[in-house]
């Protein structure tokens, strides 16, 4: 059984269709791409696995679990934010709380959720934060931190959390070059351990490198889908190989 079943989402925002008739599945330990132009719908396709959009059809389960059924038109405060800690998010442009450390931006929601005792969840973020190799900036506020920096915070942050999906929108974009790989690297990390995540990226080397499934998006839908050597080697749609070909 999938760990996560898309099934049939469609979203618009007024009289602009956004998403499609979008479905795909993603197993326990695997990491998908989805690529495409500005605008083809990929963004918004994360915030609605997310919660912060509401798609106008479809299903999304989580382990055979349906937490999301468009013909369900009332769904409580509970319910919501249940379904939202499934699924962990890594925004373009960090996030951090400025008025905290490193630390306490990572502690602060495990606390609220009660994820544990003070000292269980202390010791989980300072784990959690020298994995992305920031042991060193533990007390640092986030002004006194790189992009890359921040952007490593804000995936042990997520991490945090414990989510059974970690999604990751266009995570290297607000950086240099320089910074891009540090970041990537602790993604690459993320991969090679069994995480399962979603990542929306421009960076089409990591991609192939990373990704067991890669999506492409196209004004909406999905316009092929398969491994990263039959999408970025072999793509077999016109609107695929004109994407590529720009790389």
Do not use: W
Not at 53 to 69: A, R
Not at 177 to 190: A, D, F, Q, S, Y
Request: proline share 4%; charged share 25%.
């Amino acid at each position: 059984m999938p760990l996560l079943e898309v099934k049939n989402i469609e979203k618009s925002f007024g009289k602009t269709s956004v998403l499609k008739d979008i479905s795909f599945n993603l197993e326990k330990g695997q990491v998908l791409s989805i690529l495409g132009s500005s605008g083809s719908g990929k963004t918004t396709l994360l915030r609605c696995l997310n919660f912060l959009e509401k798609p106008e059809k479809g299903i999304i389960k989580v382990n055979g679990e349906t937490v999301f059924d468009a013909n369900v038109k009332k769904v409580d405060d509970k319910t919501l934010r249940q379904s939202r800690l499934r699924f962990g998010m890594v925004f373009q442009q960090f996030n951090l709380f400025p008025q905290y450390n490193v630390l306490k931006n990572v502690t602060l929601a495990p606390s609220l959720q009660g994820k544990g005792s003070a000292e269980e969840i202390e010791h989980k973020a300072k784990s959690l934060i020298e994995k992305v190799g920031l042991s060193d900036r533990i007390e640092h506020f986030p002004c006194q931190l790189s992009g890359g920096q921040q952007q490593r915070v804000a995936i042990a942050r997520a991490l945090a959390l414990e989510p059974d999906i970690l999604c990751f929108d266009e995570p290297t974009s607000a950086l240099d070059p320089e910074l891009t790989g540090e970041v990537l690297k602790v993604i690459r990390g993320l991969a090679s351990a069994d995480s399962t995540m979603i990542v929306v990226t421009h960076e089409i080397e990591f991609a192939r490198e990373v990704s067991d499934r890669i999506i492409f998006m196209d004004d909406g839908y999905i316009v092929e889908e398969g491994t990263p050597e039959e999408v970025i080697d072999n793509p077999k749609h016109q609107r695929t190989k004109a994407f590529l070909a720009k790389y």
